[in-house]
Each structure stands twice: as structure tokens, then as C-alpha cells.
């Protein structure tokens, strides 16, 4: 039996890098880094050998609100970018000239995370949680609130693809 040492260095720093990989995911520099890590959602099936739902590309998300900052419907339908890495996206959207960005990690048929105001982290913020019903929609509840006072809003998140 040969022995070929590149095979196994190659096979080993391909483990190692996937290793790297997920412990950054798990650490709290996720969402810094999934947006580019997207690009390689293929390698990362491969590494991990996970097939998550394709969830990368533009969606139309509208949730319902109470608050006086969203009166007008319009202002709650917005077009927002899912960028994937295995089971972790990462997504940036705007309303009402906010930037609003979107962590989660998808498990089974649910879609799980956090967001916050990209300019001001103690601005508005929360968590989601999302049925992922197929890659081309996803129903679910948001709940969160701001510094402006002590109320913890909630109510429903519904998510569209939209077609390239």
C-alpha cells in the first residue's frame, strides 16, 4: 500500500479550515463575516456535510407593528438580501432611512436569530423566528424593542423571494 503524504496534509487542512470555519460561526463574529463567506455556500456542504435550505438571494419582507414609527404599511414591506453560509445567514435591509441587520441560524424548518439597528445597537433590536414553509417563503413572529421605552413589541414576520 503507497502512502501519499499530500492526500493526507490536504485532507487535513481541509478538516482543520472547516474546523476554523465552524468556530467562528459559533462565536459572535458571525455576522461580520457569513456575508462573505456566502460566496463559498457550496465548499461549506461539502465540509460540513449539511444540505441547509437555500435561503441565499432577495426577499420582500413586511412585518405587522403597532409602532408609531411604522404607521404606514409601505414602511414595513421592505426588499432585503439573505447572504448564506451553511446554516447561517446574515441580512441588511432599511426602513424609515434605518439600516437594519439580521443574524440567524437555520435548524430543521426554522429559521432563528437576532436583529439590531445597524448604527446604534441599543436602537432597536430583538429576535425572530421564522417557519421556513419553502425556499421561496417563510412565516413567523419578531419580537423586540428600543430605548425609547420599556414595552416589548411582537407580531408577524412574513418573507417572500423574489424572482431574479
Same mark, same amino acid.
Given at each position: 500500500?503507497?502512502?501519499?503524504?499530500?492526500?493526507?496534509?490536504? #485532507?487535513?487542512?481541509?478538516?482543520? &479550515?472547516?474546523?476554523?470555519?465552524? +468556530?467562528?460561526?459559533?462565536?459572535?463574529?458571525? /455576522?461580520?463575516?457569513?456575508?462573505? +463567506?456566502?460566496?463559498?455556500?457550496? &465548499?461549506? @456542504?461539502?465540509?460540513?456535510?449539511?444540505? /441547509? /435550505?437555500?435561503?441565499?438571494?432577495? $426577499?420582500?419582507?413586511? $412585518?405587522?407593528? =403597532?409602532?408609531?414609527?411604522?404607521?404606514? &404599511?409601505?414602511? @414595513?414591506?421592505?426588499? &432585503?438580501?439573505?447572504?448564506?453560509?451553511?446554516?447561517?445567514?446574515?441580512?441588511?435591509?432599511?426602513?424609515?432611512?434605518?439600516?437594519?441587520?439580521?443574524? #440567524?441560524?437555520?435548524?430543521?424548518?426554522?429559521?432563528?436569530?437576532?436583529?439590531? =439597528?445597524?448604527?446604534?445597537?441599543? #436602537?432597536?433590536?430583538?429576535?425572530?423566528? +421564522?417557519?421556513?414553509?419553502?425556499?421561496?417563503?417563510?412565516?413567523?413572529? $419578531?419580537?423586540?424593542?428600543?430605548?425609547?421605552?420599556?414595552?416589548?413589541?411582537?407580531?408577524?414576520?412574513? $418573507?417572500?423571494?423574489?424572482?431574479?
Amino acid at each position: 500500500m503507497e502512502f501519499n503524504l499530500m492526500s493526507l496534509l490536504s #485532507g487535513v487542512l481541509i478538516f482543520i &479550515a472547516g474546523v476554523i470555519v465552524k +468556530l467562528i460561526l459559533d462565536l459572535n463574529l458571525a /455576522p461580520y463575516i457569513v456575508r462573505w +463567506l456566502s460566496y463559498l455556500n457550496i &465548499a461549506s @456542504r461539502a465540509i460540513f456535510r449539511n444540505i /441547509p /435550505p437555500s435561503l441565499s438571494g432577495s $426577499w420582500q419582507i413586511y $412585518w405587522e407593528s =403597532d409602532s408609531d414609527d411604522f404607521l404606514d &404599511a409601505s414602511d @414595513r414591506k421592505k426588499k &432585503a438580501e439573505i447572504y448564506q453560509f451553511s446554516n447561517y445567514i446574515f441580512c441588511e435591509y432599511t426602513a424609515n432611512n434605518r439600516t437594519y441587520c439580521l443574524f #440567524g441560524k437555520s435548524r430543521n424548518t426554522y429559521l432563528t436569530g437576532n436583529y439590531w =439597528d445597524k448604527n446604534d445597537r441599543l #436602537g432597536y433590536h430583538g429576535a425572530f423566528q +421564522l417557519k421556513i414553509i419553502n425556499s421561496e417563503k417563510m412565516i413567523g413572529r $419578531w419580537a423586540g424593542h428600543s430605548n425609547k421605552n420599556n414595552d416589548i413589541n411582537t407580531n408577524t414576520y412574513t $418573507w417572500s423571494k423574489l424572482q431574479p
